[in-house]
């Protein structure tokens, strides 16, 4: 049996503080872990509908994104895809809106993945900043472990990368 193809997907734009924490977690899954094969982290950034190639593509799809819900910043959300066609609205967030669009015209093409957002309530989305606020990047290590369960769940693997010491001794 073929494993299920797995695709995780970091959207937001890095430049406007919280709204790149999709961005920053994929960069960070990138450089402590290595994953299985059926596994592809991806950068989404703000391209919306040109991600429906890879989404298509795969049998479950990852989301992380910062998701403005009314919650107090910093409160994680684990949203299966069908939820968001209830909730939903311009002022959540534009990468939503593309990810119902982008799974709908996966269906039409013939195979709509399924999917989940792991989404944190931003604190600040305003210009200009690269850096998450404390209270955004307190949560990142939760978030990263809702990722990896989701990943697991969907039937992919993972190990922590190791890192040589100057002395050559493994680290973790």
Same mark, same amino acid.
């Given at each position: *049996?073929?494993?299920?193809?797995? &695709? ?7 430049? +406007?503080?919280?709204?790149?924490? %999709?961005?920053? !977690? ?14 592809? !982290? *991806?950068?989404?950034? =703000?391209? %919306?509908?040109?991600? +429906?190639?890879? /989404?298509?593509?795969?049998?479950? /799809?990852?989301?992380?994104? @910062? /998701?403005?819900? %009314? ?7 684990? +949203?299966?895809?069908?939820?968001? #066609? ?5 002022? #959540?967030?534009?990468?939503? &809106?593309?990810? !119902?669009? =982008?799974? @709908?015209? @996966? ?7 399924? @999917? ?15 850096? +998450?606020?404390? /209270? ?6 939760? &978030?990263?472990? *809702?990722? !990896? ?7 992919? #693997? ?15």
């Amino acid at each position: *049996m073929e494993a299920n193809r797995i &695709l995780v997907l970091g959207v937001g734009n890095i430049l +406007l503080k919280d709204e790149g924490v %999709g961005v920053r !977690l994929v960069e960070r899954l990138e450089s402590s872990y290595r994953f299985s094969e059926n596994v592809e !982290l *991806m950068d989404g950034g =703000t391209l %919306g509908l040109r991600l +429906l190639d890879p /989404v298509s593509q795969s049998d479950h /799809v990852i989301v992380i994104d @910062a /998701v403005q819900k %009314g919650g107090s910043p910093g409160t994680v959300y684990r +949203l299966p895809a069908e939820a968001l #066609n209830k909730r939903v609205t311009f002022k #959540n967030s534009i990468h939503q &809106l593309d990810l !119902l669009e =982008t799974l @709908a015209y @996966a269906e039409v093409l013939g195979h709509r993945p399924s @999917a989940v957002v792991i989404g944190v309530e931003p604190q600040d989305i305003s210009p200009w900043g690269i850096e +998450l606020t404390q /209270v955004v990047a307190a949560v990142v290590p939760r &978030l990263e472990e *809702m990722v !990896l369960e989701e990943i697991r769940k969907a039937g992919g #693997n993972w190990e922590r990368k190791t890192q040589a010491s100057p002395e050559g001794i493994e680290v973790q």
